[in-house]
């Protein structure tokens, strides 16, 4: 087992090495000029002196490759320069609103898991009954809709129709409830129908059917045989939902108004703060990849096989 997370830590350096070169390159390679938008977010007259000022201030004169190694070399010490809007460090100003996405986040996650298992076993259990049919339609209705969409049919339900519930901010759990329904149902939907696909093809199994004749009874067929090894395809789309939870957090929180790291990149790229942008890029691969590999873990914990498999390749 230690043999295989080691691999796969090793894994990760040329997955981070290519994030990174891509993450400069597309932000420097743009057709807007970084000089430009921290004279401008600065309140300088961009005048040729002041734009040659500025890219020697920035290090913009230099060839793209010291670009990238001066870059790569401070991202390597936590230090990805000032913010051009508040003259602040990059890194601590993501840190201050990262605890609120990673809780919109986290609530979302555990929404889904505790919504998605119970209705993707039943829609299984009840196949082709009208249960199975409302699932399903609940399953296509998550998935046909956008979480911008929900968010502002769930603000006018209950912020502006009923009055129930807070329209913005962030609070207590009653600013919690619209943006987490809103990020989560597509994850739910597509779980709910991962689940249903992975129980049925598991009822069929030999495992099951001997089971059966050994005489045990149908809980814990279901629950040994059937459920443990139908949790295996979700683990692993746990990796992908949270990248459609850090992903859809970006919309969600702007429309929530919720404080969070999302809503701060969007202001960023409006205002093209270049360092908080790249900053913010590279912390969502990492936080996404360490996720993956924590499942990769999981997978492998529950599944013998792929760690056998793993080992075997040396």
């Given amino acids: 087992m230690l043999h295989f997370i080691f691999r796969r830590l090793l894994l990760l350096i040329p997955i981070l090495f290519t994030v990174s070169v891509l993450v400069f390159l597309i932000l420097r390679l743009g057709p807007n000029d970084p000089a430009l938008s921290y004279l401008r977010l600065s309140q300088i007259p961009p005048t040729d002196e002041a734009l040659a000022t500025a890219r020697e201030f920035l290090g913009l004169n230099k060839p793209l ?3 990238y190694l001066d870059w790569a070399g401070r991202a390597l010490r936590l230090d990805f320069g000032l913010s051009y809007v508040t003259h602040r460090p990059v890194l601590a100003e993501i840190l201050y ?3 609120a996405t990673l809780e919109l986040a986290g609530v979302s996650l555990l929404l889904t898991l505790l919504v998605s298992i119970p209705l993707g076993m039943w829609s299984a259990l009840n196949k082709d009954c009208w249960p ?6 609940f399953a296509f209705f998550g998935v046909s809709m956008p979480n911008f969409w929900m968010g502002f049919l769930l603000v006018t339900v209950f912020s502006v129709w009923l009055h129930w519930l807070p329209p913005m901010g962030r609070g207590g759990i009653s600013h919690l409830i619209m943006p987490a329904v809103s990020l989560a149902l597509m994850s739910i939907s597509i779980n709910i129908r991962l689940i249903r696909a992975s129980m049925l093809e598991n009822l069929h199994t030999r495992s099951v059917l001997y089971a059966r004749a050994r005489g045990l009874r149908e ?3 279901i629950g040994v045989h059937v459920f443990k090894n139908s949790l295996i395809p979700v683990i692993t789309a746990i990796g992908m939902h949270v990248g459609e939870l850090l992903g859809g957090a970006v919309v969600v929180e702007s429309i929530f108004s919720w404080p969070g790291v999302g809503r701060f990149a969007v202001s960023s790229i409006y205002n093209r703060d270049y360092p908080v942008m790249q900053c913010f890029l590279l912390l969502m691969v990492v936080i996404f990849v360490l996720c ?3 499942v990769d873990i999981c997978y492998a914990a529950i599944d013998p096989r792929i760690r056998l498999a793993g080992e075997g390749n040396r």
């Fill in 65 to 67: 490759l010291v670009q």
């Fill in 97 to 99: 609103y990262l605890p």
């Fill in 132 to 137: 199975d049919h409302m699932t399903r339609a």
């Fill in 219 to 221: 809980r814990t067929v």
């Fill in 292 to 294: 993956n590999l924590l």
